[in-house]
């Protein structure tokens, strides 16, 4: 499918669920409904038409005013693709485990939850991933989190 | 007289084990000499590049992306610049894709005979390392002739490529791309029908292809498990569309299906070289418009880029928000999932057909920890 195809199809299929936010420049992103989004993505996954089988890539992003998750899909059997976007709620985000549609969601979850700070409903195992086990300095990816002296980034200034 | 007392138990692989091609550790719960569980704990390489990213500019993020998988850090170069022409709509120049072309498939030979050399020494021939290495050397002369680093190349930049090839390079090329082309029966004759390899390799680490899918596989390893998916071909960037090349595809999904797969992408990746330097024209290699590495801003937005390197899918998404440092890069790499997915493929397997199944996926750790 085109990507025109891909966004009047997702458009007309999912209706008010999400909203396509696209810039003409790159593939369709919808921003998704963060209570829709665990069925969006099962509907997403056993649409026959789009058949979204693999997940490409799942994470967080934390713009300096709130906090969103994106997720990429694609299509092995259809050859295409799309882009996902959540806005989460800052002062207690949180999002739905998307595990039990694409396993490979697992370590990605787990990555959201510990570098971000964003706690994934319906996953039993968030546990310390890539940073060290007795890690208690917050969530380095954040952008305002305030960085321990042994990490600090020089400053670069153009 | 009572019965043998048997139980599980548990022991640690790694993290400073030599078949674990980094540092990664494995929690393995083990029945005797049989693995009933493994457990991947990871992180031990992560540097936080995607921090680091976040406080340079765009340019300045190209040679970090060298340091995410630098095996083949021709591809990571490459997925960073395409996703920073997709946000900027930057034209590239006609010879700079061909250039590209030409080095993202001699990485990916080199990277596919390092395998080739590594997986056979964990399971315990040393000879096709001095081989696979000897090959790889060839290309890695050919790298440092151009841009002048044998690893973290730092060559495809966003826009074009750092610098043109010497007058040399192409009859060089040719040359290495004859004797790898000549040198592929010794490769398969050493180890394709050799009794312990095949003992070792066959019908060991079994990957369905639904579970490749689910689990996010990709590249040789999915392609092995019959998953006929490559971003070359299915998605295609760059000048792809324009060479005549297959994607082969192995339908087995163990250990040894994997090996071939590689051997038969080397072949392809070949003929592709040879296409491109036929093809190669004459011309700029960087856009009119220079790019400026301090002051280039690319509008506003947030792009996905991947592109199918030796490990399977390389992808990057970048968030601009108009300055000229990106507000967020995420990087995501075939090892990732390929690791993820190991604890699936273990079915009655021993502690050495670990090590091989490990092999067989050809992780890069740094890859896996950013």
């Known amino acids: 499918m085109t990507h025109d195809e891909i966004k009047s199809y997702i458009e007309k299929t999912f209706g008010d669920k999400l909203t396509l936010l696209d810039t003409g420049r790159c593939e369709p992103v919808f921003e998704v409904k963060l209570a829709d989004w665990h069925d969006v993505a099962r509907a997403l996954r056993d649409d026959q038409t789009l058949q979204f089988d693999y997940l490409c890539n799942l994470g967080g992003t934390d713009t300096g005013e709130r906090l969103e998750a994106h997720c990429q899909l694609a299509s092995i059997k259809k050859s295409h693709r799309v882009d996902l976007k959540v806005v989460l709620d800052s002062g207690n985000p949180s999002l739905a485990s998307v595990r039990d549609i694409w396993p ?8 959201m939850w510990e570098l971000y700070g964003i706690n994934i ?13 007795d890690w208690d300095q917050g969530h380095p990816m954040r952008k305002n989190w305030d960085a321990p002296d042994f990490v600090r980034f020089p400053e670069f200034n153009a | 007289m009572s019965p043998l007392r048997t139980e599980e138990f548990t022991i640690n692989m790694g993290p400073h084990h030599p078949s674990t091609h980094g540092v990664c550790r494995l929690i393995l719960t083990m029945d005797g000499e049989k693995v009933l569980k493994v457990e991947p704990v990871i992180g031990y390489l992560h540097r936080s590049i995607e921090k680091i990213c976040e406080n340079r500019t765009y340019v300045q ?20 610049s395409l996703a920073v022409e997709k946000l900027a709509q930057i034209e590239v120049p006609e010879r700079a894709e061909y250039l590209r072309v030409i080095m993202l498939e001699l990485n990916r030979i080199a990277s596919h005979l390092l395998f080739y050399g590594v997986t056979a020494m964990d399971i315990g021939a040393l000879t096709p390392f001095l081989y696979g290495l000897r090959e790889r050397e060839l290309i890695v002369d050919l790298f440092e002739m151009t841009c002048g680093q044998r690893l973290t190349y730092n060559y495809i930049r966003p826009g074009g490529v750092s610098r043109d090839i010497p007058p040399e390079f192409i009859p060089k090329c040719r040359e290495a791309v004859k004797i790898i082309t000549e040198k ?24 369905s292809a639904e579970d490749a899918i689910a689990w996010g596989v990709s590249g040789p390893v999915a392609r092995a498990s019959g998953v006929s998916y490559d971003i070359r071909k299915n998605d295609p960037y760059s000048i792809y569309d324009r060479f005549d090349f297959e994607i082969p595809v192995h339908h087995n999904g163990d250990c040894y299906d994997r090996y071939l797969q590689r051997l038969a992408e080397i072949k392809q990746s070949l003929r592709i070289v040879t296409q491109a330097l ?31 390197n030796s490990r399977g899918e390389l992808g990057t998404y970048v968030v601009s928000d108009g300055t000229n440092k990106p507000l967020r890069v995420k990087m995501r790499g075939g090892s990732y999932n390929q690791l993820q997915a190991l604890p699936i493929m273990i079915k009655d397997c021993l502690i050495a057909d670990l090590v091989a199944i490990f092999a067989s996926l050809d992780v890069i750790m740094p890859e896996v920890d950013r």
């Not at chain 1, 409903?121 to 086990?133: A, I, S, V």
């Not at chain 2, 029966?185 to 990957?207: A, F, H, M």
């Not at chain 2, 190669?280 to 592109?307: C, H, S």
């Open chain 1, 104 to 111: 490979a969601a697992n370590w990605y979850e787990r990555e």
């Open chain 1, 121 to 133: 409903e319906g996953h039993d195992n968030l546990t310390r991933f890539l940073l060290p086990d």
């Open chain 2, 61 to 80: 993020c190209v040679p970090l992306f060298d340091r995410f998988e630098y095996v083949t850090s021709m591809s990571c170069n490459m997925v960073f």
């Open chain 2, 184 to 207: 592929m029966s010794d490769y398969e004759g050493l180890l394709n029908e050799n009794p312990i390899w095949k003992v070792r390799n066959v019908g060991i680490g079994y990957l």
């Open chain 2, 278 to 308: 036929d093809g190669l024209p004459e011309g700029e290699i960087q856009p009119k418009k220079k790019i400026n590495a301090i002051t280039f801003k690319p509008p506003a937005g947030e792009v996905y880029a991947r592109v199918e």
